[in-house]
């Protein structure tokens, strides 16, 4: 009995996603995922907080308060707790999913309250349905994941352009060369960072390079530090300070969608790390990590935040640095926490240039397309249509981000879910492979007419009447003899 319990400690200590770095490296790769994504946590409180025409502090208060609760839900999802949580290395932050629907509720009279309270209710039926999503793993195979991953890369690249540009579209330097160029700049450290010989700088090369980026545009001139000092030090943040929540059936509704759209891409984000730090997710934990997400977005509320769902730009960053401990997460989660107590820090970081982050983010979301293609390998495309799935579902996941007007006229709730390129692909790709992979009924025994374009192959019974020895020479085919065969044309 005791050599069985030490072999199975054994094999839990082996998992990637439970090495042990130090204090020190924890910290360090930690501050590394809060730089990466602090500009997409703060974007949704932003934005949110514009369109119900809050004031400059109150908007303050709603990044903070998303900050904060970011941090918790990383810490719930990476440490975890029995049915809660994947313990895998994902940072969690307010989802992007629901901008639209939330910006909709707040415009059409409905306020912060109805936000909240529509979040709250959408939350716990989606805390309800997780068991659905969590027997769903068999239908994620690597060309399910293969895409989805492939996806998020490509989606996310936009977002880079625009750091790289400077992050606001209305500013006169929004694209200039001086931002483009402090962009490759960063972009250009990265690079040589990651060629050194050491290990521990390969990793860090993320954050030394924007560190190092900051500095120049310090330098140039491009960076403004002046309001760090502007606002409290310190804050707690309030229970209900927008006002207890108002529950309304219809925002419920629209936020449900919301919902059912974060579960796809957590579900999606959960598959894909698993992928690329090479550990087995099975369906307890993909709904362990499914029903932590549900939790921290029925409570992100009572702080004043929104709706909490996996970072994929950080999965980017488990992807380029190699760092797989989620232990470097759940620091990255008490960092937020941190900020979220302590909003000066957040003002520094706040202040490092958007070109910096453009420049390191086309590596990162670079490397979540690689490690998708990379994945895409491992599949057979010989007699079947895998590649046509691939191929369809990578396109229509980028129909969203060539033409995001695309959908403008459809239903809301479709427009809500196929607005997303990484759920636009999820759906075609999971739909595609239970269509051809799964229900084979009518299937051709032959590959498609794509595939064979692609690679040259012969079907069985073309080869099936030659005997031993026969050859083709000059386009003729002859007998072991060097008698020539007729080959009749049939017409």
Same mark, same amino acid.
């Given at each position: 009995?005791?050599?069985?319990?030490?072999?199975?400690?054994?094999?839990?200590?082996?998992?990637?996603?439970?090495?042990?770095?130090?204090?020190?490296?924890?910290?360090?790769?930690?501050?590394?995922?809060?730089?990466?994504?602090?500009?997409?946590?703060?974007?949704?409180?932003?934005?949110?907080?514009?369109?119900?025409?809050?004031?400059?502090?109150?908007?303050?208060?709603?990044?903070?308060?998303?900050?904060?609760?970011?941090?918790?839900?990383?810490?719930?999802?990476?440490?975890?707790?029995?049915?809660?949580?994947?313990?895998?290395?994902?940072?969690?932050?307010?989802?992007?999913?629901?901008?639209?629907?939330?910006?909709?509720?707040?415009?059409?009279?409905?306020?912060?309250?109805?936000?909240?309270?529509?979040?709250?209710?959408?939350?716990?039926?989606?805390?309800?349905?997780?068991?659905?999503?969590?027997?769903?793993?068999?239908?994620?195979?690597?060309?399910?994941?293969?895409?989805?991953?492939?996806?998020?890369?490509?989606?996310?690249?936009?977002?880079?352009? @625009?750091?790289? +540009?400077?992050?606001? *579209?209305?500013? !006169?330097? $929004? =694209? &200039?060369?001086?931002?483009?160029?402090? %962009?490759?700049?960063?972009?250009?450290?990265?690079?040589?960072?990651?060629?050194?010989?050491?290990?521990?700088?390969?990793?860090?090369?993320?954050?030394?390079?924007?560190?190092?980026?900051?500095?120049?545009?310090?330098?140039?001139?491009?960076?403004?530090?002046?309001?760090?000092?502007?606002?409290?030090?310190?804050?707690?943040?309030?229970?209900?300070?927008?006002?207890?929540?108002?529950?309304?059936?219809?925002?419920?509704?629209?936020?449900?969608?919301?919902?059912?759209?974060?579960?796809?891409?957590?579900?999606?984000?959960?598959?894909?790390?698993?992928?690329?730090?090479?550990?087995?997710?099975?369906?307890?934990?993909?709904?362990?990590?499914? @029903?932590?997400? +549900?939790?921290?977005? *029925?409570?992100? !509320?009572? $702080? =004043? &935040?929104?709706?909490?769902?996996?970072? %994929?730009?950080?999965?980017?960053?488990?992807?380029?640095?190699?760092?797989?401990?989620?232990?470097?997460?759940?620091?990255?989660?008490?960092?937020?926490?941190?900020?979220?107590?302590?909003?000066?820090?957040?003002?520094?970081?706040?202040?490092?240039?958007?070109?910096?982050?453009?420049?390191?983010?086309?590596?990162?979301?670079?490397?979540?397309?690689?490690?998708?293609?990379?994945?895409?390998?491992?599949?057979?495309?010989?007699?079947?249509?895998?590649?046509?799935?691939?191929?369809?579902?990578?396109?229509?996941?980028?129909?969203?981000?060539?033409?995001?007007?695309?959908?403008?006229?459809?239903?809301?709730?479709?427009?809500?879910?196929?607005?997303?390129?990484?759920?636009?692909?999820?759906?075609?790709?999971?739909?595609?492979?239970?269509?051809?992979?799964?229900?084979?009924?009518?299937?051709?025994?032959?590959?498609?007419?794509?595939?064979?374009?692609?690679?040259?192959?012969?079907?069985?019974?073309?080869?099936?009447?030659?005997?031993?020895?026969?050859?083709?020479?000059?386009?003729?085919?002859?007998?072991?003899?060097?008698?020539?065969?007729?080959?009749?044309?049939?017409?």
């Amino acid at each position: 009995m005791t050599a069985t319990l030490s072999q199975v400690q054994l094999q839990v200590q082996e998992r990637p996603e439970d090495e042990q770095l130090g204090l020190f490296a924890n910290l360090a790769y930690g501050f590394q995922h809060v730089l990466t994504m602090y500009g997409g946590i703060v974007a949704v409180p932003l934005i949110v907080g514009q369109a119900a025409g809050l004031s400059p502090n109150e908007i303050g208060l709603l990044i903070t308060a998303s900050l904060f609760a970011g941090g918790l839900a990383t810490i719930l999802q990476t440490l975890g707790v029995p049915f809660f949580g994947c313990r895998l290395p994902l940072v969690q932050g307010v989802s992007f999913a629901g901008v639209a629907t939330m910006t909709a509720i707040v415009t059409g009279g409905g306020g912060l309250p109805q936000v909240f309270g529509a979040v709250i209710v959408a939350s716990l039926i989606g805390l309800l349905i997780t068991p659905v999503f969590s027997r769903i793993t068999k239908f994620f195979p690597p060309l399910v994941t293969g895409i989805v991953i492939t996806t998020i890369g490509l989606t996310l690249m936009p977002v880079a352009a @625009r750091w790289a +540009m400077g992050g606001n *579209s209305a500013s !006169p330097e $929004f =694209g &200039s060369t001086a931002n483009i160029g402090l %962009a490759a700049l960063t972009l250009l450290i990265v690079l040589l960072l990651s060629k050194l010989g050491s290990a521990t700088i390969s990793r860090l090369s993320i954050l030394l390079s924007m560190i190092i980026g900051t500095v120049a545009a310090v330098a140039l001139g491009m960076a403004d530090f002046s309001k760090v000092m502007d606002g409290p030090f310190f804050a707690l943040p309030t229970i209900f300070h927008f006002g207890l929540p108002v529950f309304g059936v219809a925002a419920t509704i629209s936020m449900l969608i919301v919902i059912i759209v974060t579960l796809v891409e957590t579900s999606a984000d959960v598959l894909a790390v698993g992928e690329i730090i090479g550990t087995k997710v099975d369906s307890r934990r993909l709904g362990d990590g499914l @029903r932590a997400d +549900m939790l921290s977005s *029925s409570l992100a !509320p009572l $702080f =004043g &935040s929104f709706t909490q769902s996996a970072f %994929a730009q950080n999965v980017g960053l488990v992807a380029v640095t190699g760092v797989k401990s989620r232990y470097v997460v759940a620091s990255a989660g008490m960092i937020l926490i941190t900020l979220g107590l302590l909003p000066v820090i957040g003002r520094v970081i706040a202040a490092v240039p958007p070109s910096v982050l453009g420049g390191a983010g086309v590596v990162l979301f670079g490397t979540v397309a690689a490690s998708g293609i990379r994945t895409l390998s491992k599949v057979e495309y010989t007699n079947n249509m895998n590649l046509i799935i691939v191929a369809t579902s990578l396109g229509f996941g980028m129909i969203p981000i060539a033409a995001p007007q695309f959908y403008e006229h459809f239903p809301a709730w479709f427009a809500t879910i196929f607005h997303s390129g990484i759920s636009s692909a999820a759906v075609m790709a999971i739909a595609m492979n239970l269509l051809f992979n799964h229900f084979r009924t009518g299937n051709s025994d032959q590959q498609s007419v794509f595939v064979a374009g692609m690679e040259r192959t012969l079907r069985y019974q073309d080869i099936a009447c030659l005997h031993e020895g026969d050859y083709f020479l000059d386009g003729k085919l002859y007998d072991s003899t060097g008698k020539p065969v007729p080959i009749k044309h049939e017409h």
